[in-house]
């Protein structure tokens, strides 16, 4: 088949998603696909794989190309689909590369596949300047593209209860209504998902690692924490509100002695991190190669994941467990990522939650060994699952 993963996020910039995306087209040339990536690119990819799209001059959201604008997108992305003969599209986000893919892919025919990654209700609300306001704009912008007529969102819920997240939800709702086939990285969002209305069929499928990754991180030891070594924790991602690297470097400060913090990501709260981070064992990498950061996880005791009521699947998280490193995560919800054993839950979703299993770690090194061995028994669950996203390629090019 020939595939057009649509995406408003890529590389080089930092994010599960721009991960993610990678991933799914490598395994889908591996598996003997044809798999274009288009995305808005500050600059030309040396990748002949990846097609940059038309950028805005001007606007730059947490220092993201954007994709502008829907005319000139719609027309460039109906060539290319044309002109490579595409089979199916599959899109990966809720801006405007990915709305000028839909209607190209509607002008030709072409069967829409969704991955919902993210929340993009507190996306917005921790990204966008005025939230309340811009977020108007924005929903208008992407109904000129995608109706979200009838659509209406219950207040119900505890994520929906703020108009400007209702106005967000409509968004979500209204991108999986243009779509065939929507894809889930998680149950839990997939649940939310479908009781806020979404009618269009849904599968549940990990993002999963790519095969090139897996061999780039290899064969590791199961982790051992001796008591003359300090624990060396890691955090990975995007420096973002939303993300909540501030809640670890300020439980940094009640770590116990002989534990070191190494973050490595950038982005617009990079700043208020490292006034956070002040007096703290904690370094600070800013950007790092990806497969710096592969190997800074295989040197690691524990993956703190200090974001809630955020994420879907984070791919930093399929990461640590394809490294056999042991996750500590604030969310309930992302329970469901972690294998059984491999992982710790935060007694409470903040700094004194974090610090307090930290000095429980600390105090148990046995705990770490237990849950590496966990993560690395379970390996195999990271995997790409191209099968079964190819059974969904092929139910929307049938159905």
């Known amino acids: 088949m020939r595939i057009a993963l649509v995406t408003d996020y890529y590389l080089p910039t930092l994010g599960g998603v721009q991960t993610a995306v990678r991933a799914l087209a ?18 030309a990819s040396p990748d002949p794989g990846v097609v940059g799209l038309p950028v805005s001059g001007v606007f730059r959201p947490d220092g993201y190309p954007f994709a502008w604008s829907p005319a000139r997108l719609r027309t460039v992305l109906r060539r290319e689909f044309a002109e490579r003969r595409i089979d199916v599209v599959h899109t990966h986000s809720e801006m405007f590369a990915a709305l000028g893919a839909v209607r190209a892919a509607d002008d030709l025919g072409i069967p829409v596949v969704h991955t919902m990654h993210g929340r993009i209700d507190v996306y917005t609300r921790n990204v966008l300047p005025l939230p309340s306001v811009t977020t108007v704009l924005l929903a208008f912008l992407h109904g000129r593209q995608v109706s979200a007529a009838g659509i209406r969102v219950a207040a119900d819920a505890p ?8 106005r967000m939800w409509r968004v979500m709702l209204a991108q999986s209504r243009a779509s065939a086939h929507v894809v889930v ?10 009781d806020r209305g979404v009618r269009t069929p849904v599968t549940v499928l990990t993002n999963g690692i790519e095969p090139s990754v897996l061999d780039t991180i290899g064969t590791v030891p199961a982790r051992t924490l001796h008591a003359d070594e300090p624990l060396r924790v890691v955090w990975v991602g995007r420096l973002s509100p939303e993300k909540r690297p501030d809640v670890l470097v300020r439980a940094a400060h009640d770590f116990p002695s002989g534990v070191h913090v190494d ?37 690691a005791h524990l993956l703190v994941s200090s974001s809630f009521d955020f994420d879907n699947q984070p791919m930093v998280m399929l990461e640590a467990i394809a490294s056999g490193l042991p996750v ?20 409470t979703p903040d700094a004194a939650g974090l610090a307090a299993e930290v000095r429980r770690l600390r105090a148990d090194p046995g705990a770490i060994t237990r849950a590496s061995e966990a993560a690395l028994a379970a390996r ?20």
């Open 185 to 194: 990285p998680s149950e839990h969002f997939a649940a939310k998902l479908v």
């Open 26 to 43: 490598e395994s889908l040339r591996a598996a003997g696909h044809e798999a274009i990536v288009f995305c808005p690119l500050a600059a």
């Open 263 to 299: 973050v490595y990501g950038d982005g617009v709260a990079r700043s208020a991190v490292a006034r956070a981070a002040r007096g703290a064992d904690v370094t600070l990498h800013g950007s790092t190669p990806h497969d710096q950061v592969l190997a800074a996880m295989r040197s």
């Open 328 to 347: 500590l995560h604030c969310d309930p919800d992302l329970a469901e990522v972690v294998p059984a054993g491999a992982g710790f839950l935060a007694s």
């Open 380 to 399: 195999s669950r990271v995997e790409q699952p191209t099968d079964a996203l190819l059974d969904v390629y092929r139910s929307v090019r049938t159905g």
């Open 159 to 166: 994520y929906t209860r703020t108009r400007t997240a209702r």
